[in-house]
């Protein structure tokens, strides 16, 4: 399967709080559009890691992605080394992405930033045909490198080089959000209480989306930085 767009996350529920609207604004627009999470959460102080994956199968359905996997690195303690680097070259070169998304560049989490660079590093070294990899049926892989890589904004405010109307998809963001139901805010929930569980972490994600949407003349934005400046044929391209 190739897909058009590939977002890998640190965390289950990270893309889906970072970029859920401009998924769900591809998919509906007819892309191929995937998830890879990093890590299986372990260490999060709410759930399990099986119920956070039951949550994660939830929000896909809701995102409408084409799959959804997780490379069971360890949460808190992976590393950008050439391990991790070349799992995550098996997957670019498996579903030959155009676009990659992926963490912010640094954040309150230190697997956001570790998550990005290592992505990032992945994406370069995929492009290089002396590095060999092989698929899930054994077969050798072709080497692939994404035409375009762009980090989604998370807690620290970073300014955005580009910014995505969601307006349309906002709703559907807040629930793909919420099918992490041990994660966020919940009245009937009385597990110990966390950063992002409280109701307002919840005002704050709308408060963002609704600053960048502010910026672009829309209700509601997602932001990215990018790694190269993005080059259009046409000033009429950014219309």
């Known amino acids: 399967m190739k897909l058009d767009i590939l977002a890998f996350a640190a965390h289950p529920d990270d893309a889906e709080l970072g970029c859920a609207g401009t998924i769900i604004a591809h998919v509906a627009s007819g892309k191929e559009v995937g998830i890879v999470d990093l890590t299986r959460g372990e260490l999060g102080t709410r759930g399990t890691p099986e119920i956070r994956a039951a949550e994660a199968e939830a ?85 692939w490198r994404p035409t375009a890589v762009y980090h989604f904004i998370q807690d620290r405010y970073i300014k955005p080089d580009v910014v995505v109307d969601i307006t349309p998809y906002w709703e559907q963001k807040v629930e793909s959000i919420k099918a992490f139901k041990s994660q966020f805010f919940n009245p009937e929930d009385t597990s110990a209480h966390t950063y992002i569980s409280s109701p307002e972490f919840m005002e704050f994600i709308e408060a963002r989306a609704k600053e960048y949407g502010h910026a672009i003349g829309a209700t509601y934005g997602e932001g990215f930085t990018v790694e190269r400046l993005i080059g259009v044929k046409s000033l009429f391209d950014l219309l």
């Not at 959804?68 to 670019?92: C, M, P, T, Y």
């Not at 579903?95 to 992505?119: C, F, T, W």
């Open 59 to 143: 929000a896909s359905k809701i995102l409408g992605l084409s799959v959804r996997e997780n490379l069971d690195f360890a949460d808190g303690f992976f590393l950008n080394d050439k391990e991790h680097q070349l799992k995550i070259v098996e997957k670019i070169r498996q579903y030959k992405p155009e676009i990659v998304l992926m963490n912010a560049i640094y954040d309150r989490h230190p697997d956001h930033g570790r998550g990005s660079q290592v992505v990032s590093d992945a994406c370069f070294l995929a492009g290089l045909k002396m590095i060999e990899t092989f698929g899930p049926d054994g077969e050798k892989q072709e080497a």
